[in-house]
């Protein structure tokens, strides 16, 4: 396996809030927290996840907005329960346990990569690329919060 420099650039030795907030967002995707992973997704992320739903499930969208609105509803954690086993198979990690979060790579102000090394059980800083196992967690500053943003939609500018 070859290490590969994440692009971007660093503000801190250390994890921040930023990092913290990905490594609650990979967290309650492990933990099935469906409440807690629709709070911390981007809005435009939020639609992919319900739109990846309508699809998969035939459902009409004003069902899944209804669906999406409150956490309580009945078919609210069915929604959620898919989108969070894809996330885990697309991350490729069956064991999202003892997760370390490295300093916060920004590729600009209101972009940011966030490494979460699997398997370390205590924090460790690297000199250079370190090829250890890892979910690499893309958020976007979205009304003033740092939210989960899908791999592969657009970066918006305002």
């Not at 956490?71 to 003892?98: I, K, M, Y």
């Amino acid at each position: 396996m070859k290490a590969e420099t994440i692009p971007g650039f660093t503000r801190s030795d250390g994890p921040d809030d930023i990092g913290f907030t990905a490594l609650a967002f990979v967290t309650a995707v492990r933990d099935d927290n469906y409440a807690r992973v629709w709070g911390l997704l981007t809005k435009e992320s939020r639609g992919l996840a319900a739109g990846y739903w309508i699809a998969s499930r035939r459902r009409l969208l004003r069902d899944v907005y209804e669906i999406a609105r409150s956490t309580s509803h009945p078919e609210f954690d069915a929604l959620f329960s898919d989108f969070c086993e894809g996330l885990r198979v697309d991350w490729g990690a069956e064991n999202l346990e003892q997760l370390a979060v490295a300093p916060t790579k920004f590729l600009d102000e209101r972009r940011a990569l966030i490494r979460l090394a699997i398997g370390v059980s205590e924090p460790t800083l690297y000199e250079k690329p370190t090829a250890i196992p890892a979910v690499l967690v893309p958020m976007l500053l979205e009304d003033r919060e740092w939210k989960f943003h899908l791999p592969g939609t657009v970066w918006v500018d305002e």
